[in-house]
């Protein structure tokens, strides 16, 4: 029989499961014995020396070696301070943990609110901390951390939380001490602890967020509740406030090039500029010279340097209505980066020559030094064009404006001749007033201007990524791969319903969906085939390895011109300064070993803002129109599950949803292949796509949820025998006795 010592020590390490059996195999007790080590193990856990279940002991408050841990904090020196995922209470306080990242281990942390399988070593009994932490891997997302809600003071100590989010609809009790004193009705960022004694789940406050209903305060839950880091650490401030201007030593003047940067109206940082000119060679008549320069981040923020873990870390700038969370500091992203009218600022520029056609015949990459002869908007720049010139664009409007129109008409027929996926949607915008609450929402015209900085850019960043692949460098490329087999299997049903018909010869180009978008718009079903048509198609990531860019149709692509606000695009920056030797700053052998791992966490970290953006809009929408309860709206169906229907607002482009309960006086179907809900008496149908008329009966704004009745009649659409569909529910098992079909009784069960 071991003595108590040595079971300690045992548990002490081990770093998997160890429980009574594995302490009975580890001292090879057998028998009968194991009733004696069963009381040994009972005596210790009455002194305190051990806790746990017979399954899982452990020393009370002492940590196994390998863990999983929440990163909660930063210290004053930007280092990350995290927490263990799980603690018992009864072991005392939770033990507040120092990560200490090894030189290969940056993209494994990227920010607070992360959880991470970490290895701990133990620190001395005075240290501040009483651990030390190495990250072994970053665990995948999930919806039990980083949990918000309201919560609710009870009059004995303890409360209750409300969860912010639309799935978690279940209230946690909040037991006396994990309170953090917050007070009723504020915001709070919980965490779900357990108590070893009796199991009960419980919530702890983790953070306490202020008032939920103040507008100015939505992006922030966001934030916490997406995890991303909106306070740079001292060491990343202190290098962008130590950062100077440019001389122009060894780069190419650009300054008497009279470069445009145009932007929205808002931008808060301008990264791009422009210009074009007549090609005068002889060899290529009507042709164009286009440059696009961007701001030279990669001088400031160089490989390794506390704004280069940073940004790594954030991945993005994460854009909402009410503010910005930038990837760098706003010394480096709205200053000394910003290519503001009339002020030197370094850059990377590429010098392209099209043919009359807009084909490019040739490109070169440089490092100069530009001014901007102009900052425009695109309203500005296009109002220029259409014979409506203002004090800022009437000099420009010859000598610059007109050329740039001249080449984006060139560039266009290349373009047109490429058919990339015409899928123009329009986007909503948010207007706000000046003390940050909604004024309005509003979808602004798509303008030339708009497909001229674009089509630019794309230019561009094809040029970057084939001049990389010429000197054979490695770097980071923008794919978007073709759509699922099991997607257009999807798609071609749901076509056939319609009368329209998905191409089976060969591999599908964008040209061929375009065609069915051109043929839908002849019909009344345009909304309803491009919702589907989208719905197909795969998610643009990053990759080191070259997929090609479906939607643009384009065989190579990287992301060169936004650098400010995109990580992918600073390594491609990086890449070309190391390629064609361009100065310092370039691409180093140890980035190159990462790129598969950093393209995976710039891919998580777009697709993370992207949420926190989306949720962020609609709880603004959902705040104004929170006193419109009562009030009809016109809408179209926008999605379908068996429980109900999503609905898009006409005049706001909100979101909402339908429950099935809401719709009509019969139980309905979800018939997969119409992407619809049918009528399992009536046959009438709702169809992704059809307009509809809807009450707003609940509006929460700190979930982003509108809930809606059916007011509209559905209608008959063409049978699809034969083919899947999902029952909302058995409904042979809940129709009570006696009443008849399609009765509104049936319709709450």
Known sequence: MPSKKEVIEFLAGTTSKAGKREIARAFNIKGSDRIALKALLREMADEGLIAGSRRKLSRPGVLPSVTVLEIVARDEDGEFIARPATWDDESGPMPKILMVEGSGNLVQVPGVGDRVLARLTPQKPDADYPYHARTIKKLPRTTSRSLLGIFRSLSDGRGVIDPIDKKQLKEWTVPKGATDEAEDGELVRFEIARSARYGVPTARVVARLGNPEAQQAISLIALHAHGIPDEFPPTAIAEADAAKEVELGSRVDLRDVPLLTIDPVDARDHDDAVFAEADT?????????????????????????????????????????????????????????????????????????????????????????????ASLSYEQAQAAIDGRPDDATDPLLETVLRPLWGAYASLSKARDARGPLELDLPERKILLDDKGRVRGIATPPRLDAHRLIEEFMIQANVAAAEALETKRSPLVYRIHDAPSKEKLVTLGEFLATIEMKLPKAGTLKPAQFNRILADARKSPNAELVAEVVLRSQSQAEYSPRNLGHFGLNLRRYAHFTSPIRRYADLIVHRALIRAFG????????????????????????????????????????????????????????????????????????????VPASAIGHEYFYHDEVRQALVGEDTGLAYQLGDPVEVRLVEAIPTAGALRFDMLSEGRKIASSKGRPRSRIADRSKQRPRGKPRGGRSRKRR
């Open 582 to 657: 361009l100065g310092e700053g370039g691409l180093t052998d140890r980035e190159i070993d990462e790129l598969e791992e950093v393209s995976g966490a710039i891919s998580d970290t777009e697709r993370r803002a992207m949420a926190a953006e989306r949720d962020t809009v609609d709880r603004l929408i959902a705040a104004y129109l929170a006193d419109r309860i009562g009030a009809t709206f016109t809408a179209k169906v926008s999605g379908l599950v068996r429980s109900g229907l999503f609905v898009r607002l006409t005049e706001t482009g909100a979101d909402g949803f």
């Open 281 to 373: 060679a002889p060899d290529n008549e009507g042709g164009w010279i286009v440059i696009v320069a961007i701001a030279d981040v990669a001088h400031y923020v160089t490989p390794g340097s506390a704004l280069d873990k940073e940004a790594r870390k954030r991945g993005n700038s994460v854009y909402f209505p009410d503010r910005v969370v930038p990837m760098l500091p706003e010394r480096i992203s709205n200053e000394l980066c910003s290519l503001k009218e009339g002020v030197p600022r370094p850059c990377l520029a590429v010098r392209m020559v099209f043919d009359k056609n807009g084909h490019k015949k040739s490109h070169r990459f440089l490092r100069g030094l530009m001014r901007s002869a």
